[in-house]
């Protein structure tokens, strides 16, 4: 079993910053990969980005790119998701998610294991 558990969201004006975490711990390996998704109300959980633990290679959606960067501090066994230039349309509740896989994945359906979700609103 793996067990996740985000912390960093808030309130931020648009053009601000956040940092989310996310701590994993339990059964983790080599082969695994943590991701971040963002849903709000009455829509499906999109992706957000992606990093592979092994060889750090990172994916992240078209929306974020130049804004969002994934990271990861192997020793902490914890997930960054540094968020700069927010726009009212960021606002969500972010999840992290974990799968024992090689590569991140943009399907939330592959991803087995999840944290709680931390709210995430940016106003104009």
């Known amino acids: 079993q793996v067990q996740l558990e985000e912390s960093g969201g808030g309130l931020v004006q648009a053009g601000g910053s956040l940092r989310l975490s996310c701590a994993a711990s339990?059964?983790?390996?080599?082969?695994?990969?943590m991701a971040w998704f963002r849903q709000v109300p009455g829509k499906e959980r999109d992706f957000v980005a992606g990093?592979?633990?092994?060889?750090?290679?990172?994916i992240h959606a078209d929306s974020v790119k130049g804004r969002f960067t994934i990271s990861r501090d192997n020793a902490k066994n914890t997930v960054y998701l540094q968020m700069n230039s927010l726009k009212p349309e960021d606002t969500a509740v972010y999840y992290c998610?974990?799968?024992?896989?090689?590569?991140?994945?943009?399907?939330?359906?592959?991803?087995?294991?999840w944290g709680q979700g931390t709210q995430v609103t940016v106003s104009s």
């Open positions: 990093i592979s633990w092994s060889s750090g290679n990172t």
């Open positions: 339990g059964r983790t390996g080599i082969n695994y990969v």
């Open positions: 998610a974990a799968r024992f896989a090689w590569t991140p994945s943009g399907e939330s359906n592959t991803y087995r294991y």
